[in-house]
């Protein structure tokens, strides 16, 4: 999700469940907690995954059909399920297994093995299951599934499970390194509703009042697995490529709003072309990339992602939720955290390319301007990327504002490197870090997962600098590096202070009267003659570093008094 929790004023983790359904289960609350043993063992290289899902007692019923492989020797297997569920069978290699072999413990079913699995090992595992999902208490933060109407009374569903996870309507190892290399998704509904999912549409079936959709996707990210059902009417143009393939773009979309689909289908095409220079080839283009209207804001789900934004634009004239939304897919979906820790490889670069379009678009004025907008949004109470492993309920830490600074902390912070290394080394770093490889080809390439460490090394490599002293700082420190200057006479002296050990280094830059001039930091330290003791000088007049700033440190604070006097904004 893009820059909502602040922007709306809205805090998952100060939002009652209003729905009366029972809590979550520890284990289905967390989401890329650390796997155990059983489960980093369990490859998934097969799901076929039937689901029906009824409006009328908003309920589903599924069964998951997995082909797993053991990387090493299992007596049993483990799977994610929220335990609303009620499991009704279980059968391994298609023979039932007795009720006493499973169990579901706070979220975590775990199924004894009749006989071991050596290493290298495949087996057959089908769960049957049906139950009540849980109610999203405000999608898409706090997630599930959305049983909403359209303004005609049609059944418009969604799910949202960023949050909590897959397992809140699947059984699925939740965690970002675990995904399904194939997915055979069934889904049915209610004719004549139309249900949007990942992947692509291979057939439509209809049976006793009910519309059977089948889909198929490759690698799909486990929170990115989703369902859109509405009377949805499908709008689609085709992209070609700067890469020389063309595929389709799909728009699902509610009647009434073709217009807007339409509309919103060539800024689409446009944002593609963007991606697709700044970044690299779309990553689904054996797919589709598409877009569903839902009943919440948005969220990346892949190829298919979440629209709720009413067709609303920014003051540029784009829809920036949709290109932030659009961003997963190579920020997300294609290039995916390896732990929680390492969300603003999602969330701060996604944040990133929306500066980054306008800058391509409308011009470098476009571009400081989007920025400088998010900078007071920026809180650095925690650090951005602990080398401790958290869970993704720090991630609604409301108190230590570290939501926001995935996003916005990350884009500025990704925006200082670039500046000080130049626009050739960090797009070409970019890449090689989403793609693996620095010259991808469509179809030639595999979903990536990347940590901080990997990135630093990656900017090490097209640069040829070390640069651990800027991922320690600006990632491994909460507190902003600050400069300190203090001028004597006509000389100007700088001084970094950062929470790190190592030295900060950035260069600065200094404006003195029309000249621009960089001053550098060796040890952390530099100096500059102004030429004359009342010179007017600005340092780094075109902020190209993240840095405390104290006006916005003492305007926070005021915000902040306000806000405890007046009482929270409502959304
Ligand atoms: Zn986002």
Redesign the pocket.
């Known amino acids: 999700?893009?820059?909502l929790i602040w922007s709306l004023g809205l805090s998952p983790s100060a939002m009652a469940d209003e729905t009366g359904q029972s809590p979550l289960a520890k284990h289905t609350e967390e989401s890329g907690a650390s796997l155990d043993t059983t489960q980093q063992a369990m490859a998934l290289p097969y799901l076929a995954l039937s689901l029906s899902v009824d409006p009328k007692s908003k309920s589903i019923a599924g069964i998951a059909r997995y082909t797993i492989r053991s990387d090493r020797q299992l007596t049993h297997v483990e799977f994610d399920l929220d335990p609303r569920f009620e499991v009704s069978a279980i059968e391994l290699n298609d023979i039932a297994l007795a009720p006493d072999l499973w169990g579901n413990d706070n979220g975590l079913l775990t199924i004894k093995l009749p006989h071991v699995l050596d290493a290298g090992d495949t087996a057959k595992v089908s769960i049957a299951y049906s139950g009540k999902p849980r109610i999203a208490p405000k999608a898409p933060w706090d997630g599930g599934f959305v049983w909403s109407e359209t303004q005609d009374g049609s059944p418009w569903i969604a799910t949202a499970v960023q949050t909590n996870g897959c397992d809140l309507f699947w059984p699925c190892i939740d965690h970002p390194t675990k995904r399904v290399e194939w997915l055979d998704f069934a889904v049915s509904v209610p004719a004549p509703l139309v249900v949007a999912a990942n992947g692509t549409l291979q057939q439509v079936t209809e049976k006793d009042g009910w519309n059977t959709y089948r889909w198929q996707a490759h690698w799909p990210q486990s929170y990115g697995v989703s369902l859109q059902i509405g009377p949805y009417k499908l709008a689609e143009k085709t992209y070609r490529s700067r890469f020389g393939n063309s595929f389709p773009i799909k728009f699902w979309y509610l009647p009434g709003h073709k217009k807007g689909a339409e509309k919103l289908l060539g800024q689409m095409h446009d944002f593609l072309d963007f991606f697709e220079k700044t970044v690299g080839p779309y990553p689904f283009s054996d797919e589709k990339a598409g877009l569903a209207e839902t009943p919440h804001l948005g969220m990346?789900h892949q190829t298919i992602n979440a629209y709720g934004n009413g067709f609303r634009l920014a003051p540029e004239g784009y829809d920036w939720l949709m290109h932030?939304?659009f961003?997963?897919e190579w920020f997300?979906n294609q290039l995916t955290d390896r732990t929680v820790a390492d969300m603003w490889l999602?969330?701060g670069y996604?944040?990133y390319m929306q500066p980054l379009y306008l800058r391509w678009s409308k011009g470098e004025t476009a571009y400081r301007a989007a920025l400088w907008d998010s900078r007071k949004k920026i809180i650095s109470r925690v650090p951005l990327a602990p080398k401790s492993a958290i869970s993704s309920a720090y991630y609604n830490d409301e108190e230590a504002g570290w939501g926001g600074d995935i996003?916005y902390k990350g884009a500025w912070i990704l925006h200082s490197l670039r500046e000080y290394i130049g626009d050739e080394a960090f797009f070409a770093g970019t890449t090689k870090l989403v793609y693996g490889t620095s010259d991808p080809k469509p179809g030639q390439f595999r979903w990536q997962l990347a940590d901080t460490e990997d990135f630093q090394h990656v900017m090490e490599e097209v640069t040829g600098l070390d640069l651990s002293w800027f991922v320690d700082a600006y990632f491994r420190h909460a507190a902003l590096p600050e400069l300190i200057s203090e001028q004597d006479g006509q000389i100007l002296r700088l001084r970094w202070k950062s929470g790190a050990k190592q030295p900060f280094i950035l260069p600065v830059e200094v404006q003195i009267g029309n000249r621009i001039e960089q001053v550098t930091m060796t040890g952390g330290k530099g100096r500059i003659d102004l030429g004359s003791p009342d010179a007017h000088y600005i340092i780094d007049p075109n902020t190209k570093i993240l840095r405390f700033d104290p006006d916005i440190a003492a305007w926070q604070k005021q915000e902040g008094a306000e806000r405890a006097r007046t009482g929270p904004e409502s959304d």
């Open positions: 999700m893009g820059g990346e932030h939304e961003s997963h997300a999602h969330e996604g944040t996003y």
